[in-house]
């Protein structure tokens, strides 16, 4: 091999490993709270068409404390978060916060229920197993599955904030409990007559398997989310480096752009600016 042949070839490893770097550097890792994943999945998906140099992953779920820690050390560029956020803590500690989207919270029933409406009331005596058939409600002869999340979990808060009958209600021990937003999303949808806290983003992924029920005679439809007609609400936060990293900063871009905002409502949110 002649010199100048060695020094093209060196040239060109040297530059075929900075290249590579170059791109597997366009990382982002996301984790944090289930409740505000099936929205950021559907932004992520969205963005990886604008950007499919880019790679984005999405862990399964991570606690309070835990999603800000990995933030801090740099195991993920982003934390999903949603409602008890300490935002003046967080930008203390050198993060930033970034609201994108409110989307209600709803109580999800499979597709085979064909009730629109409950009340406050009703809801209750699902919860307790004082009405444990459909038929008792006017509708099919059908026994009641209820599902519940964690009482610690975004969407029971929510519920038992804005529900007065349920807010001290002792949940029997033979509901269900889906610890994570996706299970909820998986048993309602599998579930012949069952019921449990949701959120429209999962209703509209649900492709139809999961219907939401009206409180009150209320839909929890994007403009009565915004006018607050419909109150039952979480928040959609992602937390960040205040000074994030350009992948991030871009992928944040997008989701404030006009393509980013067509994704988010049409995945069941109301976009926040």
């Avoid at 992953?57 to 409602?83: C, D, N, P, V």
Wanted: aromatic share 4%.
């Amino acid at each position: 091999m002649g010199t100048l042949t060695f020094i093209r070839n060196i040239t060109f490893l040297f530059a075929f490993v900075a290249g590579f770097h170059a791109h597997s550097a366009e990382q982002i890792a996301i984790d944090g709270s289930t409740g505000v994943m099936p929205l950021v999945r559907a932004l992520a998906d969205a963005y990886r068409g604008h950007k499919p140099e880019v790679t984005i992953h999405i862990g399964k779920g991570l606690g309070t404390k835990a999603r800000i820690a990995a933030l801090q050390e740099g195991r993920i560029q982003i934390a999903m978060a949603s409602h008890g956020l300490d935002v003046d803590s967080i930008v203390k500690r050198g993060m930033a916060v970034h609201e994108i989207a409110k989307v209600a919270v709803v109580f999800g029933v499979n597709a085979s229920v064909p009730l629109t409406n409950l009340s406050d009331q009703q809801i209750c005596d699902i919860y307790s197993n004082s009405t444990t058939n459909w038929k008792e409600l006017g509708s099919l002869d059908v026994p009641i599955v209820p599902i519940t999340r964690p009482d610690s979990e975004v969407d029971t808060i929510v519920v038992r904030h804005h529900i007065a009958c349920l807010a001290d209600l002792k949940i029997p021990e033979t509901v269900r409990v889906a610890p994570k937003s996706g299970e909820m999303a998986q048993q309602l949808a599998a579930t012949p007559g069952a019921i449990g806290m949701t959120t429209m983003t999962v209703v509209e992924q649900s492709a139809g398997g999961i219907k939401p029920v009206s409180l009150r005679g209320i839909a929890p439809t994007p403009d009565n989310v915004r006018s607050r007609t419909y109150n039952l609400t979480r928040d959609s936060f992602l937390v960040t480096q205040a000074q994030p990293p350009a992948a991030v900063t871009d992928f944040l871009q997008f989701i404030r752009s006009a393509a980013g905002q067509k994704v988010i409502a049409a995945n069941g949110a109301v976009p926040t600016n």
